[in-house]
């Protein structure tokens, strides 16, 4: 079975620091992957992807991903962390059963303080 | 910003009460889906949709129903409603291809007294 694992519920960082955001994950086959960020009382949205190709994905409000095969993981970075950035972050894999549903990670609460 | 609607944004309803969430896309998506996240905040699919006249049961068990008469439209009902109810439901839709993203309705809060 495809699962996803982000093992930590919260992460603290400071305004202007570099941020990781963890995901592990256990597919069969190619993992086709997404992060999304959720906030307080929102819907999620779609932050990046990966399907194949470069392991260095960039997406949206200057985040970016990096797959890595050997060890299971698809860590969410952005360089230099804002003050709304703070959110629920998750991540997901596609499951190729189930119409394409996606199977998301528990989810982690980022804090950025001033 | 994706253009999937969900009404009410928030219900506070009784007991055994009939409700109907609505979802709508004006993307033309095929694939729909209703996704119910607890309080603890985990996500679990509990309907999809392939297109028209196409529903199917997701993971978690659900006494909620869904039609999909038009393309663009995706409702959710519960013919009685109870407090195990109570959860923030998601509505989301994507294109066929299996690499696509989806893209999520703002949600409805649902809280049955």
């Known amino acids: 079975a495809q699962s996803v694992a982000q093992p930590e519920d919260q992460v603290n960082v400071a305004e202007g620091n570099p941020l990781t955001v963890k995901c592990t994950y256990s597919v069969s086959g190619n993992p086709y992957l997404f992060w999304y960020v959720q906030y307080p009382n929102r819907g999620l949205q779609f932050l990046l992807k990966y399907i194949t190709g470069d392991n260095l994905v960039k997406g949206s409000y200057g985040f970016e991903a990096e797959f890595n095969k050997s060890q299971t993981s698809f860590h969410l970075k952005k360089p230099s962390a804002l003050v709304s950035d703070s959110a629920l972050y998750f991540c997901a894999v596609r499951d190729l059963n189930q119409g394409g549903k996606l199977i998301f990670g528990q989810g982690t609460e980022l804090s950025v303080k001033p | 910003e994706a253009d999937i609607y969900q009404t009410p944004r928030y219900l506070v309803i009784g007991t055994g009460k009939k409700i109907t969430l609505e979802c709508s896309q004006t993307?033309?998506?095929?694939?729909m889906y209703w996704y119910q996240q607890d309080p603890g905040m985990e996500l679990h699919l509990i309907h999809y949709?392939?297109?028209?006249?196409?529903?199917e049961k997701g993971d978690l068990s659900s006494e909620s129903t869904v039609s999909r008469i038009r393309t663009e439209h995706f409702p959710l009902t519960l013919e009685s409603a109870r407090p195990s109810h109570t959860s923030q439901y998601l509505c989301?839709?994507?294109?066929?291809?299996?690499?696509?993203?989806?893209?999520f309705g703002p949600g409805t809060r649902l809280t049955v007294t």
């Open positions: 993307m033309g998506h095929d694939k």
């Open positions: 989301a839709s994507s294109e066929w291809d299996r690499i696509s993203e989806q893209y």
């Open positions: 949709s392939y297109g028209v006249n196409s529903t």
